[in-house]
């Protein structure tokens, strides 16, 4: 197992299975951080690279919904899509990721949403490859 870490981010890649688990504390309630998943106008902020312009073209954050956006640097665009399988307001976001050039390559992501207390939240993500 490999673990990097910084001051709030936690990164846990297992050798024999292909996982990656990210855990990251934020000073905010559980309501907002969600909110900074499922609003697509606060997503575009955040979703890196930051050297890449995103533009979403899709993005209904909800039991059965779906997302597609785009990032661009100059003539390069790098399209993604996926369905969000189940959303539960400040708890879970369970979802497909895929990269349009690599379309086989599905990843499901589980995204948990943990309040700890004193307006702090902690987001424990885990993203599940086929390789």
């Known amino acids: 197992m490999s673990t990097s870490r ?17 855990q990251r504390d934020f000073d ?11 609003d697509p106008g606060l997503v575009v902020r955040w979703l890196g690279p930051r050297d890449l312009e ?17 990032h661009r640097r100059g003539d390069d665009e790098f399209w993604f899509h996926g369905s969000f399988h189940d959303v539960r307001p400040g708890e879970l976001i369970v979802q497909t990721f895929t990269w349009e050039g690599m ?5 499901l992501e589980t995204v948990r949403f943990e309040d700890l207390g004193d307006g702090r939240t902690r987001v424990r993500t885990s993203s599940l490859t086929d390789s």
């Open 6 to 22: 910084t001051d709030t981010t936690t990164i846990t890649v297992e050798p024999d299975m292909p996982a990656v688990r990210l």
């Open 54 to 70: 995103m533009e979403v073209e899709r993005w209904d954050c909800r039991t059965g919904g779906a997302y597609r956006y785009v």
């Open 28 to 38: 905010a309630p559980p309501a907002l951080v969600f909110r900074a998943w499922a």
């Open 103 to 107: 379309p086989d390559a599905v990843a």
